[in-house]
């Protein structure tokens, strides 16, 4: 069984601060996703990363896929009370024709003025 | 812009009762999904379908059954509610079954009393 563990849950930093979170998966997989969460919305889909060494930016978050080490990176650069909301990564594993999506139990950020 | 609608934001509904959870996605996806979203246990996948009158179960779908009647419509049914499936529920939809990237109904906050 896929087993998608994040770190922190919690996270809490001062506007400014640089901080990575870090998704870890136990199985094989080669496409890794991560979303924001804000209080009381949906889910929306921040990086798609397809292939092990992919990189991707959007202002002041960069994501990074090591699937070799199975890990996964969101690093916040110079963190904004803006940037303040959920953050999950998921993992996608093809389970025969079709992939399913296992999710992380999310990492909560605080951005403090 | 993809969009995905689930028919009501917040449900209360009594113990026993049959309840239904309407999904609506307007970019003729083939995958859709069901999760819910409990504190502390992040998104737990219910029930995915990759195609018309296709279902397969995901992680948790006891209590649950589902159906898909036509490709843009899935709806989530639970046949006897219960105090414990009091929770947040997401749909999901994707555009194939290789195209893993979910996008997200804004979702239902049900409340079984």
């Known amino acids: 069984e896929l087993k998608v563990e994040q770190n922190p849950l919690f996270l809490s930093m001062q506007e400014g601060k640089n901080y990575t979170i870090y998704c870890n998966y136990s199985?094989?997989?080669?496409?890794l996703y991560w979303y924001r969460q804000d209080p009381g919305k949906s889910l929306e889909s921040l990086f798609v990363?397809?292939?092990?060494?992919a990189v991707k930016q959007e202002g002041r978050l960069m994501a990074s896929l090591d699937t070799k080490a199975r890990l996964s990176t969101l690093h916040i650069t110079a963190a904004v009370h803006d940037l303040s909301a959920t953050y999950f990564c998921?993992?996608?594993?093809?389970?025969?024709?079709?992939?399913?999506?296992?999710f992380g139990k999310g990492t909560l950020l605080t951005v403090n003025p | 812009d993809v969009k995905v609608t689930q028919s009501s934001r917040y449900l209360v509904k009594r113990t026993g009762e049959k309840v239904f959870l309407e999904c609506v996605q307007d970019?003729?996806?083939?995958?859709m999904f069901w999760y819910r979203q409990d504190p502390g246990l992040g998104l737990r996948l219910i029930y995915f379908?990759?195609?018309?009158?296709?279902?397969e179960k995901g992680d948790i779908p006891e209590g649950y059954s589902v159906s898909r009647e036509k490709k843009e419509r899935f709806s989530l049914i639970l046949e006897s509610a219960s105090t414990n499936q009091t929770s947040m529920y997401l749909c999901?939809?994707?555009?194939?079954?290789?195209?893993?990237?979910?996008?997200f109904g804004q979702g239902t906050r049900l409340t079984v009393v």
């Open positions: 999901a939809s994707s555009l194939s079954p290789r195209n893993t990237e979910a996008f």
């Open positions: 199985t094989t997989s080669d496409r």
């Open positions: 990363l397809l292939s092990n060494g």
């Open positions: 998921a993992v996608g594993v093809l389970g025969g024709s079709n992939y399913k999506l296992t």
């Open positions: 970019m003729d996806h083939e995958n």
């Open positions: 379908s990759y195609d018309v009158k296709m279902k």
